[in-house]
């Protein structure tokens, strides 16, 4: 499928007629069709009718190194020829499987040293579902099943990761809740902390966790999980007293942490995880996107020897696995993966340079702009909060239409930027973005926004 072999006009009546998008409204792609995007390199992708856009969002949050690198297209290749596929469960296993859980484990917080591969978030987020609850029952405490996460946290799109994810209109779609999940509050001190400093703030955020668990009672609850910073609730970046705090309420409710790296894993906020950055030492940290950036789909869940010590002396085999469980082709390209963000020094390019420039680059937007009312965010991931009241932190209501019209104005000008939770704006491009490429991206969005402003102005 390298060549174009149909009109633009031809694919978006085709699209229309057969396929259903994820998270798409089948209106809007009735009305205005779909962007069909046929290539990529580096940080840019080019669409089917020649226009060059920078992708502010590196995909979908993962295309760490960049479009094009021949090192993961040649491991994938090597790999599909040598042995395309092969599985892990019943004692068998492959070299990248292998190779992938050792490297992994050199690369993840301490006690972190044992991997299950999964081929998404949502089976890693489902995965820890499972774990943990099997987990308590060994423990003789099978009471210790909910989970409690956060209001616009995003843990994925299965049936039980969409209860695990705390996006209203996903529990709306599907009428409720399923039992024994439960969400606390998001720790925004733009929009709830009033008059509190952020730390103060962070703090009580934390500690609503500790009323849910009395509320709920200790036996009843197994983990708590959280985004070490939201991406897809908007870059929700929590104060420096949060997630001590968190640790501390886990510890003493004998509650498991996780802490979903799906997006802050392998480099995005300046460490090779976000919880190297928040100093979270947690119990399961499932992680995908950027562990292959994209190029083939895999997830991994790393469990602690704690855990897992108890999983093992279950004194069964665990039922759980997924027919592509540690894909050879996609362990192999993950390795690829990671030799070349070290090759390359990724993360503390991140750390050091590149996202120290695009924070600045995007505060000095964002102050200066009368639609925007903070930046938020850490590393490389940068939301700007959309206000109607700059003064008054007032923020737009949820209905609002203009992050929608942002993202189109960004479309237009050849930006790909997309809105998040709490109504706010959101891009997290690839590690490997240069100086003048986040000028032209800053550019970029403040075009888009101040289009966005004068339409509602
Ligand atoms: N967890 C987080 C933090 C995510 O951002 C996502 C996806 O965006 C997921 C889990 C689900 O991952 P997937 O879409 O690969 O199932």
Same mark, same amino acid.
């Given at each position: 499928m390298?060549?174009?072999v +149909?009109?633009t006009q031809?694919?978006?009546?085709?699209?229309r007629s057969?396929?259903?998008h994820?998270?798409?409204d089948?209106r809007?792609l009735?009305k205005?069709?779909t962007?069909?995007i046929t290539? #990529?390199?580096?940080v840019?992708?080019w669409?089917?009718?020649?226009?060059?856009i920078l992708?502010g969002?590196?995909?979908?949050?993962c @295309?760490a190194?960049?479009?094009g690198?021949?090192?993961?297209?040649d491991?994938a290749n090597?790999?599909?020829k040598?042995? &395309?596929?092969y599985?892990s469960?019943?004692q068998t296993?492959?070299?990248s499987q292998?190779?992938?859980?050792?490297v992994l484990s050199e690369?993840?917080? $301490?006690g972190?040293?044992?991997f299950?591969?999964?081929n998404?978030?949502s089976?890693?987020?489902d995965? !820890?579902i499972r774990?943990?609850?099997y %987990?308590?029952?060994?423990r003789g405490?099978p009471?210790?099943?909910?989970?409690?996460?956060?209001?616009f /946290?995003?843990?994925?799109?299965? @049936?039980?990761t969409s209860s695990l994810?705390?996006?209203?209109?996903m529990?709306?779609?599907?009428h409720?809740l399923?039992?024994?999940f439960?969400?606390i509050v998001h720790?925004?001190? %733009?929009t709830q902390?009033?008059d509190?400093?952020r730390?103060e703030?962070g703090l009580?955020?934390?500690r609503?966790?500790?009323?849910?668990i009395?509320?709920?009672?200790?036996?009843?609850?197994?983990?708590?999980?959280?985004? &070490?910073c939201q991406?897809a609730?908007g /870059?929700i970046?929590?104060p420096?007293t %949060?997630?001590?705090e968190?640790? +501390?309420?886990?510890?003493k409710y004998? @509650?498991l942490l !996780?802490?979903d790296e !799906?997006i802050?894993?392998?480099?995005?906020?300046?460490?090779?995880?976000?919880? *190297?950055?928040?100093?979270?030492e947690?119990d399961?940290?499932?992680?995908a996107k950027?562990?292959?950036?994209?190029?083939?789909?895999?997830?991994?869940?790393?469990? *602690?020897? +704690?855990?897992?010590?108890?999983?093992s002396e279950g004194?069964k085999?665990?039922?759980?696995?997924?027919?592509?469980?540690? *894909?050879?082709?996609a362990c192999?390209?993950?390795?690829?993966?990671?030799?070349?963000i070290? =090759?390359e020094?990724?993360v503390?390019?991140v750390?050091?340079?590149?996202?120290?420039?695009f924070?600045a680059?995007?505060?000095?937007m964002?102050?200066a702009?009368p639609?925007?009312?903070?930046l +938020?965010?850490v590393?490389?991931?940068?939301a700007?909060q959309?206000?109607s009241? =700059?003064a008054?932190?007032?923020?737009?209501?949820?209905?609002?239409?203009a $992050?929608i019209?942002a993202?189109?104005? #960004?479309i237009?000008?050849?930006l790909i930027?997309r809105p998040?939770g709490?109504q706010s704006l959101v891009?997290?491009?690839?590690?490997?973005i240069t100086?003048?490429?986040?000028?032209e991206?800053?550019d =970029?969005m =403040?075009?888009?926004?101040?289009q966005t402003?004068?339409?509602?102005?």
């Open positions: 390298s060549q174009i +149909r009109t031809q694919w978006q009546g085709l699209d057969h396929h259903m994820p998270f798409t089948p809007d009735n205005k069709g962007r069909v290539r #990529a390199e580096g840019y992708i669409d089917s009718e020649g226009n060059k992708d969002m590196a995909g979908l949050w @295309v190194v960049g479009y690198r021949q090192e993961l297209i491991a090597e790999q599909l040598t042995l &395309p596929y599985n469960f019943f296993s492959t070299p292998i190779e992938l859980s050792h690369l993840t917080p $301490p972190l040293n044992r299950f591969f999964t998404s978030g089976e890693a987020n995965t !820890v774990l943990a609850r %987990y308590w029952k060994l405490q009471t210790k099943r909910t989970f409690i996460g956060r209001k /946290g995003y843990h994925g799109s299965t @049936v039980a994810s705390g996006m209203a209109p529990h709306d779609q599907d409720e399923l039992p024994h439960a969400h720790p925004h001190w %733009y902390g009033g509190l400093s730390e703030f009580q955020a934390a609503e966790l500790e009323k849910k009395l509320e709920l009672g200790a036996d009843n609850v197994a983990a708590f999980i959280g985004e &070490p991406g609730g /870059g970046d929590p420096s %949060y997630w001590p968190i640790q +501390r309420i886990c510890k004998d @509650v !996780v802490a !799906v802050c894993g392998f480099g995005r906020t300046g460490e090779w995880f976000g919880s *190297h950055t928040y100093g979270i947690p399961f940290m499932p992680m950027g562990l292959s950036s994209g190029y083939l789909p895999i997830g991994a869940v790393a469990i *602690h020897d +704690r855990i897992f010590e108890v999983l004194g085999m665990i039922h759980h696995g997924f027919t592509y469980s540690g *894909h050879p082709a192999a390209v993950a390795l690829a993966n990671i030799a070349l070290k =090759k020094g990724l503390e390019r750390k050091s340079d590149i996202a120290p420039y924070r680059t995007l505060q000095q964002a102050d702009h639609i925007v009312g903070e +938020r965010g590393g490389l991931i940068g700007v959309l206000v009241d =700059k008054n932190r007032t923020v737009l209501p949820p209905t609002h239409e $992050p019209k993202r189109e104005f #960004a237009q000008n050849n930027m998040a709490l891009v997290a491009p690839p590690l490997v100086r003048t490429q986040v000028d991206l800053v =970029k =403040k075009r888009s926004l101040d402003a004068q339409l509602f102005g």
